[in-house]
């Protein structure tokens, strides 16, 4: 449940705002202020590339608004290319090719002509380029809209040409993932590198280079569906032969990810053309005189399901020894109902709650679309013509481990109703013999997830605290941490569950040893037996977190332990950044980069070549190249120089302080623009569970979000975001214990102004904010943005965007509370901001809106209702028609204004706007925001 309130947040968390009053500290800076002009020519990197060789390095830079520009440089001398490429807002597509010859990007027209086509409702087309990197020579093709290089090292590239006919309409709500969908047919050029020649291939609806390039595979789809098929292309001899043909559809091909081996599937209408039926068609063993074709026609073998059909939107995929095939099935559509169709006035429109459902009604309306379109995935063995159904009704989730002797799957429905009561996602955990179809129980109402080797002969599991590891074959275990003085269990969380496991780091390629965390160090496990080994060692003592290992090769299947690994690391009390060497065969780890900044590596695939991103909250993160010991990298990007001449912050410092009940916490706090030591600045604090990892977050200044820190510190603020921590039972009062601490810590800085502190938060941000309100005077001004407001009423109601129950969030995510509220009223009623509402003095103002699907619209109500009639000063702003967060960017613009007006207001001293201090009768809000409107030139009145 914590993730709905969090996916939200990460866009609010840095929520930016208009600028409207940087004038005051640009004047005392001799820096401008930040226009709409400014924040909208604010650029920013779309994609990089690193080539496989290291000897390129490639990004598309683009402003909020405008167009975007291409960059090619050379990482070992001074050459580098730049090419606009129009609307900065559509992907350029930019990649290199595998050998590092070749560019190509997509390049649009330009942003002011985009914006005048789609007013005009005709297509915006691209044109490809291609760029020979050795000469400069650059080649281009109009309305294309994909670009496909033939394998590692390519001689030939293929274009997708764009089709002016308008998209197809969507499919109704609901409506069954039934006949397969519309063609998109369109030409393919097929151009040449070497000889700078192209020919041009009609009709193709998908394609796809093996993973040499050396075979070209495509479908071929005719209005008349005469011509149908699937055609195969030798793209060293240039001989094309038909690989099959019908007046079928052919949908999903797919090249086998490790070998030469080609699948599709064939679709033809039923006999009562309400349906269409799919085979599979597969070719293996591709040489001279062409592949090997198997097709598995469902209605001419034995063994498949009855009244089941093979699903067409689901990619069949091949084994790893190429003696089976991946797919999907579901039921097949019924037979259309004989007799005259229901007058709708004659139908009642019901819905029918019971309660033994295990999904609320809600629930199953918002998943019927993943209802209807779920397949069961399914297995038919070429080598003894069998066909075997691994995921049934009771066991939906299934994936086969590698090599594709064994599966692993979950059994959840028995469970379900349980689930979407309390939180508590159990299941039993099984593996699959895909021989036979045999599971064996592995778990019983568990919370773990299996994770196979990369061979595939084990899997790695946590029970009781501790990882095993479990043999497919035979089943022997052995548990890996038993005596390991450390914990492989996230031991930090701080919510009513049983503590969730570390997720495992990875295996060796050979799978016979598995890495694990334990939050800090990683440990290396021999599974066969053998003392566990720390090989980070210093991890939990010096408070440095040792992440992810960067992964080079997405193809790579586990850690060559033979060869030293590179993982990311951060310092959990200093906020540093960097990335550490690790020689598996001993213990201890070289730092090779470790920065007061945000911190971000990729690494060439084949070479000792690196490019990173070093960032922090004043600095954009621009980009260096660097060879393996990372001495004197080299800046190969300067995003936004502009940024010097206006009204920047001085940086962020980090606060250390103490709850009220003991707990070590730190905060981030971001400096006004022109700070002078000694000087006490007005501060907004910005709350939401956890924030100070986010010190070195850079926040580009922007007008369409709320409370973005940039904005703030331009403008002579100082912005606060502290950490919070829980105690069960008591998720409002925990805000309190860390929030009030936190701005004290920050005063005693002398940067912090006490007398001249707001407050704003959305979501939980939104409720922690209503209830600080309520138990303290320390803010001047708060906005708390869709606010839970009432713990008792909020616990049983609907969280309409998922259409489950909120009881999951109160007992096993954000809520944090033991039981239901009648088994623990006191606890319910002591946090919940509307019991105290007689206790606020701070000015407030409530953001919801009435169509949001994650906190009730009538959460904000009551309690602005209460607060209204308690005579508090309060006002609450809702834009009708919008969610738990604004989308439409007109009304993000004008939060983001009534907001700063609102702060300046009580802050700064301001004089309030009169929509604040009498608000706007409805008759009188059109002219209300006409007088608003900002000018073309961004300007507001």
């Given at each position: 449940?914590?993730?709905?309130?969090?996916?939200?947040?990460?866009?609010?968390?840095?929520?930016?705002?208009?600028?409207?009053?940087?004038?005051?500290?640009?004047?005392?800076?001799?820096?401008?202020?930040?226009?709409?002009?400014?924040?909208?020519?604010?650029?920013?990197?779309?994609?990089?590339?690193?080539?496989?060789?290291?000897?390129?390095?490639?990004?598309t830079v683009a402003p909020a608004e405008g167009d975007a520009e291409v960059v090619i440089r050379s990482t070992g001398t001074t050459q580098e290319y730049r090419f606009p490429v129009g609307d900065g807002s559509q992907s350029s597509q930019l990649t290199l090719s595998g050998d590092a010859k070749w560019a190509a990007w997509l390049s649009w027209p330009s942003f002011k002509d985009s914006k005048k086509l789609k007013k005009e409702r005709k297509p915006v087309q691209a044109t490809a380029v291609l760029l020979n990197l050795a000469t400069g020579e650059k080649r281009e093709v109009e309305k294309v809209r994909r670009i496909v290089f033939?394998?590692?090292?390519?001689?030939?590239?293929?274009?997708?040409?764009?089709?002016?006919?308008?998209?197809?309409?969507?499919?109704?709500?609901?409506?069954?993932?039934?006949?397969?969908?519309?063609?998109?047919?369109?030409?393919?050029?097929?151009?040449?590198?070497?000889?700078?020649?192209?020919?041009?291939?009609?009709?193709?609806?998908?394609?796809?280079?093996?993973?040499?390039?050396?075979?070209?595979?495509?479908?071929?789809?005719?209005?008349?569906?005469?011509?149908?098929?699937?055609?195969?292309?030798?793209?060293?001899?240039?001989?094309?032969?038909?690989?099959?043909?019908?007046?079928?559809?052919?949908?999903?091909?797919?090249?086998?990810?490790?070998?030469?081996?080609?699948?599709?599937?064939?679709?033809?209408?039923?006999?009562?053309?309400?349906?269409?039926?799919?085979?599979?068609?597969a070719w293996k063993n591709f040489t001279a005189t062409g592949p090997t074709r198997t097709v598995y026609e469902p209605s001419a073998a034995t063994g498949f399901p009855a009244k089941m059909k093979i699903a067409g939107d689901r990619a069949p995929r091949w084994t790893q020894a190429f003696d089976g095939v991946y797919l999907g099935?579901?039921?097949?559509?019924?037979?259309?109902?004989?007799?005259?169709?229901?007058?709708?006035?004659e139908k009642p429109n019901l819905e029918i709650w019971h309660g033994k459902d295990a999904r609320l009604q809600p629930q199953q309306k918002v998943q019927e679309s993943a209802d209807k379109s779920f397949t069961y995935l399914s297995?038919?063995?070429?080598?003894?013509?069998?066909?075997?159904?691994?995921?049934?009704?009771?066991?939906?989730?299934?994936?086969?481990?590698?090599?594709?002797?064994?599966?692993?799957?979950?059994?959840?429905?028995?469970?379900?109703?349980?689930?979407?009561?309390?939180?508590?996602?159990?299941?039993?955990?099984?593996?699959?013999?895909?021989?036979?179809?045999?599971?064996?129980?592995?778990?019983?109402?568990?919370?773990?997830?299996?994770t196979s080797s990369p061979d595939?002969?084990?899997?790695?599991?946590?029970?009781?605290?501790?990882?095993?590891?479990?043999?497919?074959?035979?089943?022997?275990?052995?548990?890996?941490?038993?005596?390991?003085?450390?914990?492989?269990?996230?031991?930090?969380?701080?919510?009513?569950?049983?503590?969730?496991p570390r997720f495992p780091v990875g295996w060796s390629v050979d799978g016979l040893t598995l890495l694990l965390t334990d939050g800090w160090d990683i440990w290396r496990f021999p599974v066969r037996g053998g003392a566990a080994t720390n090989l980070t060692g210093n991890g939990k003592k010096d408070g440095i977190r040792y992440r992810q290992v960067l992964v080079s090769n997405p193809r790579q299947r586990g850690f060559d332990l033979t060869k030293p690994m590179l993982i990311g690391t951060y310092g959990e009390w200093t906020k540093k950044e960097g990335l550490t060497k690790v020689d598996p065969a001993k213990p201890g780890a070289t730092p090779l980069l470790?920065?007061?900044?945000?911190?971000?590596?990729?690494?060439?695939?084949?070479?000792?070549?690196?490019?990173?991103?070093?960032?922090?909250?004043?600095?954009?993160?621009?980009?260096?190249?660097?060879g393996p010991t990372f001495v004197a990298p080299k800046r190969v990007t300067d995003l936004n120089p502009q940024q010097k001449e206006y009204a920047w912050s001085a940086g962020s410092r980090l606060v250390d302080y103490v709850s009220d009940h003991g707990v070590k916490l730190q905060a981030a706090l971001f400096l006004p623009a022109g700070y002078e030591p000694g000087k006490k600045y007005p501060t907004l604090v910005y709350i939401y569970e956890k924030l100070s990892q986010g010190l070195h977050q850079y926040s580009a200044p922007n007008e369409t979000r709320a409370l973005n820190p940039s904005n703030y510190t331009s403008r002579g603020y100082a912005v606060l975001m502290p950490d919070i921590t829980y105690e069960i039972n008591n998720p409002g009062m925990s805000a309190v214990w860390s929030v009030i601490p936190a701005v004290k810590a920050a005063a005693a800085t002398g940067i912090v102004d006490i007398d001249k502190v707001g407050l704003q938060g959305h979501s939980w941000g939104g409720y922690q904010t209503a209830f600080l309100v309520t138990q303290t005077d320390l803010f001047k001004a708060a906005i708390a943005g869709a606010p839970l407001t009432d713990m008792i009423s909020m616990y049983s109601s609907v969280y309409w965007n998922s259409g489950s129950a909120n009881q999951p969030i109160f007992e096993s995510s954000q809520g944090r509370f033991k039981g239901n509220f009648l088994e623990n009223m006191d606890a319910y009623v002591r946090n919940s901001p509307n019991r105290f509402a007689d206790k606020v003095k701070t000015p407030l103002i409530i953001l919801h809106n009435d169509k949001d699907g994650a906190?009730?619209?009538?959460?904000?109500?009551?309690?602005?209702?209460?607060?209204?009639?308690?005579?508090?000063?309060?006002?609450?702003?809702?834009?009708?028609?919008?969610?738990?967060?604004?989308?439409?960017?007109?009304?993000?613009?004008?939060?983001?204004?009534?907001?700063?007006?609102?702060?300046?207001?009580?802050?700064?001293?301001?004089?309030?706007?009169?929509?604040?201090?009498?608000?706007?009768?409805?008759?009188?809000m059109e002219e209300h925001l006409k007088a608003r409107r900002p000018t073309k030139a961004g300007q507001v009145p």
């Open positions: 449940m914590l993730p709905r309130f969090v996916r939200f947040v990460a866009a609010l968390a840095l929520l930016p705002s208009a600028a409207l009053s940087a004038q005051q500290v640009a004047a005392s800076t001799a820096l401008k202020p930040l226009t709409t002009e400014a924040m909208n020519g604010w650029k920013s990197m779309r994609g990089s590339a690193l080539s496989n060789d290291g000897t390129w390095f490639a990004y033939a394998g590692e090292k390519p001689s030939w590239v293929a274009l997708q040409t764009a089709s002016d006919a308008p998209a197809p309409a969507a499919a109704p709500p609901g409506a069954p993932p039934a006949a397969a969908p519309p063609s998109a047919a369109t030409a393919v050029i097929l151009h040449d590198l070497l000889h700078n020649t192209s020919l041009t291939v009609a009709d193709v609806g998908e394609f796809g280079f093996d993973w040499s390039g050396e075979w070209l595979a495509y479908t071929v789809e005719t209005p008349s569906r005469v011509g149908n098929g699937v055609q195969l292309r030798n793209m060293k001899t240039e001989v094309v032969r038909a690989a099959d043909n019908s007046k079928g559809l052919y949908r999903r091909l797919t090249w086998a990810d490790s070998g030469l081996a080609l699948a599709v599937l064939r679709g033809m209408p039923d006999s009562a053309a309400t349906d269409t039926l799919f085979a599979v068609v099935i579901r039921a097949v559509n019924p037979p259309k109902a004989k007799g005259a169709d229901w007058e709708e006035d297995l038919y063995r070429m080598t003894d013509q069998r066909f075997l159904q691994l995921a049934t009704d009771d066991m939906k989730t299934v994936t086969a481990a590698p090599m594709d002797k064994w599966a692993v799957g979950y059994a959840d429905r028995a469970y379900e109703l349980e689930a979407n009561l309390s939180g508590v996602r159990k299941r039993d955990a099984y593996v699959i013999d895909l021989a036979t179809g045999a599971r064996r129980k592995v778990t019983t109402a568990s919370t773990a997830s299996l595939g002969q084990r899997f790695a599991y946590m029970d009781d605290g501790h990882y095993f590891v479990q043999e497919f074959a035979g089943g022997a275990s052995r548990n890996l941490t038993a005596g390991v003085a450390t914990t492989f269990w996230n031991d930090e969380d701080d919510h009513n569950v049983i503590k969730p470790w920065e007061d900044a945000a911190v971000r590596v990729t690494r060439a695939r084949d070479a000792d070549m690196f490019a990173f991103s070093k960032g922090t909250f004043r600095d954009f993160p621009d980009w260096y190249l660097a906190v009730d619209f009538n959460q904000g109500v009551t309690y602005y209702n209460t607060l209204r009639e308690l005579g508090k000063e309060v006002l609450m702003l809702s834009y009708p028609g919008e969610n738990h967060g604004l989308a439409k960017p007109a009304n993000m613009k004008d939060y983001a204004r009534r907001m700063d007006e609102f702060f300046d207001a009580k802050l700064m001293g301001k004089t309030p706007p009169d929509w604040y201090v009498n608000g706007v009768p409805r008759l009188a």
